[in-house]
Structure formats: C-alpha cells, structure tokens
C-alpha cells in the first residue's frame, strides 16, 4: 500500500528515525540542564594577615571565581577544587609546620593549668 507515494515499509522507517530523534534529543536536553547545574562560589576581598592560613576549596566540578586576595607575611592560602584526599594532605602539611614542639624539659609546673608556655630569655623581659 502506497501514501503519498511512500512504501508502508519506508514510513515505518520514518516513524522510527524519527523517535530515535526525538529520544537523542531528550537526552541532550537533559545533559543541557545537568551541565547548566554548575555552582560556582564567589569570594571578594580575601585577606590572609600575616603568618594565617585559609582555604578556600571545593570538591571536585565546582568553580571558585576570586578576586583580591591579599595575602601577609609568611601566609599561605590554597584556592581551587581538590578531591578530599588532596585537601587532606595540603591542609596536614600546612599545619603541622606551624605547630611548635614543645620538649618534655620546657613543660613547667603550669602545663595543666595555663597551658604549655615557654621560659623568657633575660632579654625578652
């Protein structure tokens, strides 16, 4: 049987393509809408003072978008999207070379009380 000149078979093709089509294009749509979901974090006026720390990260995908960052003496400060792992390691480095180590001979009778301290030098008297 003919319509408009077209094999029955042809049409059913046709019909066929054409949901395939329209299934290729619901899926496009749909990572269209996906991607569109991209958070970016925005930060101004960020300033570390001198000896501090910060970070500002975040997990892997999303954006950082920064602007004026100043940054003091000996400071350090980490932006970017890292995995946890990374994060981890950074943040560990960075923090345990600030930590001091107080020797067992430098704790005083006050440890528990006020805290580690340590002994003055004549000259910071």
Same mark, same amino acid.
């Given at each position: 049987?003919?319509?408009?000149?077209?094999?029955?078979?042809?049409?059913?093709?046709?019909?066929?393509?054409?949901?395939?089509?329209?299934?290729?294009?619901?899926?496009?749509?749909?990572?269209?809408?996906?991607? *569109? =979901?991209?958070?970016?974090?925005?930060?101004?006026? #960020?300033? @570390?003072?001198?000896?501090?720390? $910060?970070? %500002?990260? /975040? *997990? =892997?995908?999303?954006?950082?978008?920064?602007?004026? #960052?100043? @940054?003091?003496?000996?400071?350090? $400060?980490? %932006?970017? /999207?890292?995995?946890?792992?990374?994060?981890?390691?950074?943040?560990?480095?960075?923090?345990?070379?600030?930590?001091?180590?107080?020797?067992?001979?430098?704790?005083?009778?006050?440890?528990?009380?006020?805290?580690?301290?340590?002994?003055?030098?004549?000259?910071?008297?």
């Amino acid at each position: 049987m003919k319509s408009l000149g077209f094999e029955e078979s042809d049409i059913v093709k046709l019909e066929e393509e054409i949901k395939t089509v329209k299934q290729c294009l619901d899926i496009c749509s749909n990572a269209s809408e996906q991607a *569109s =979901l991209v958070r970016v974090h925005h930060f101004e006026h #960020v300033k @570390a003072e001198d000896d501090g720390s $910060q970070f %500002f990260v /975040s *997990s =892997l995908g999303d954006l950082l978008n920064v602007k004026n #960052v100043v @940054a003091g003496h000996r400071a350090a $400060q980490v %932006f970017g /999207s890292m995995s946890d792992q990374s994060i981890q390691k950074i943040s560990g480095d960075r923090f345990s070379s600030q930590i001091p180590i107080i020797n067992q001979q430098s704790r005083g009778k006050f440890e528990g009380k006020y805290g580690n301290g340590h002994k003055l030098n004549e000259k910071d008297i």
